[in-house]
Nanobody, 119 residues
């Protein structure tokens, strides 16, 4: 099982980034795919999930209304569009997979991608 997050970078407050999660090694549609993040000195925070079989999406209150999770056009990819970013969004973002539906923990997760938001 491999989950590869990409798309992180440095952005100014108020800006946007789009993260991508590419998955392989398992039956993609059997899982829910989503994101967690970990800021320096803080615990990992679950932020979003997409159930691939139902299309249901879930968001943490901290990102609701600013972040959107969706299936990518490329096969076995999930995107996280992040808008109106603030310095509090600075973290390493990890994508994860869980079966059979969205929850608040992951069966698998991959290496993260760094997002840094400057004020």
């Amino acid at each position: 099982v491999q989950l590869q997050a990409s798309g992180g970078g440095l952005v100014q407050a108020g800006g946007s980034l789009r993260l991508s999660c590419a998955a392989s090694g398992f039956t993609f549609d059997d899982y829910a795919i989503g994101w967690s993040r970990q800021a320096p000195g803080k615990e990992r925070e679950w932020i979003s999930c997409l159930s691939l079989s139902t299309g249901r999406t879930l968001y943490a209150n901290s990102v609701k209304g600013r972040f959107t999770i969706s299936s990518g056009k490329a096969k076995n990819t999930v995107l996280l569009q992040m808008n109106d970013l603030t310095p509090e969004d600075t973290a390493v973002y990890y994508c994860g997979a869980v079966r059979p539906a969205c929850g608040y923990a992951w069966d698998y997760w991959g290496q993260g991608t760094q997002v840094t938001v400057s004020s």
